[in-house]
């Protein structure tokens, strides 16, 4: 079965600092990965995907995933973070395992970043 | 547009009751998800539904956990004679079908089983 592994469940920073946020997942034929964030009583919201193609893939508000096949790892980096970044994040993995057709996630368990000013 | 739209945001119920909790999903979204969020857990798959397909309920962790899709877009989850292992917050999810496609969450339900 696929699992994902998120190394840091905590990651404290001061603000402006850079960051990354490790997000390993175990092999597969082909996978899609997912980086998403969640505020304090809020459901998840999409932060950037890798389907295919580049493996840098970048989001709106600063932050950037590279997928690194060999190392099978899509670790989240974002040179200078916000206090308002501050939540927790949650690498997921969809895969097919099994001859599934749809995107039933796997997720990591999570790290929450704490930016302090 | 409207996003997923989960009722009720909080439920507190006694344990043994049974709870039903609702799901809204994103119009034009043919797939749905049900996951599990606990402390102990993690983030859990419990269920998936495709258009008229046959769902997948591999990730109901009991037979007192049911779920239905009405008219191919509101959904139902039923647990019944709920036990204080059930406390979570339940999110629901909705995309276009395939493996590729991002998934749209809502806020969720917290439920409390005192």
């Known amino acids: 079965a696929q699992s994902v592994t998120q190394l840091d469940s905590q990651v404290p920073v001061f603000e402006e600092a850079p960051v990354e946020l490790r997000c390993n997942y175990s092999?597969?034929?082909?996978?899609?990965l997912f980086w998403y964030v969640q505020y304090p009583n809020q459901g998840l919201q999409l932060l950037l995907k890798?389907?295919?193609?580049?493996?840098l893939v970048e989001s709106i508000n600063g932050f950037e995933a590279e997928f690194n096949k060999s190392q099978t790892s899509f670790h989240l980096r974002k040179p200078s973070v916000h206090i308002s970044d501050t939540a927790e994040y949650f690498c997921?993995?969809?895969?097919?395992?099994?001859?599934?057709?749809?995107?039933?996630?796997?997720f990591g368990q999570g790290t929450i970043l704490t930016v302090h000013p | 547009g409207a996003g997923v739209s989960q009722s009720p945001s909080n439920k507190v119920t006694e344990k043994g009751k049974d709870v039903e909790l609702r799901c809204d999903p994103i119009s034009g979204h043919t797939a749905l998800y049900w996951y599990r969020q606990s402390l102990g857990q993690g983030l859990e798959f419990l269920i998936y539904?495709?258009?008229?397909?046959?769902?997948?309920k591999s990730g109901l962790p009991s037979d007192r956990f049911s779920a239905e899709r009405t008219g191919g877009s509101v959904s139902t989850l039923t647990i019944q004679r709920t036990q204080q292992e059930d406390s979570a917050v339940y999110l629901c999810?909705?995309?276009?079908?395939?493996?590729?496609?991002?998934?749209?969450f809502g806020d969720g339900t917290r439920l409390s089983i005192l």
């Open positions: 539904f495709q258009g008229n397909s046959a769902p997948d």
């Open positions: 999810a909705s995309s276009f079908p395939g493996l590729a496609q991002p998934q749209h």
């Open positions: 890798y389907l295919s193609g580049s493996t």
């Open positions: 092999s597969s034929v082909s996978v899609y």
């Open positions: 997921a993995v969809s895969d097919g395992a099994g001859g599934t057709s749809y995107g039933k996630l796997t």
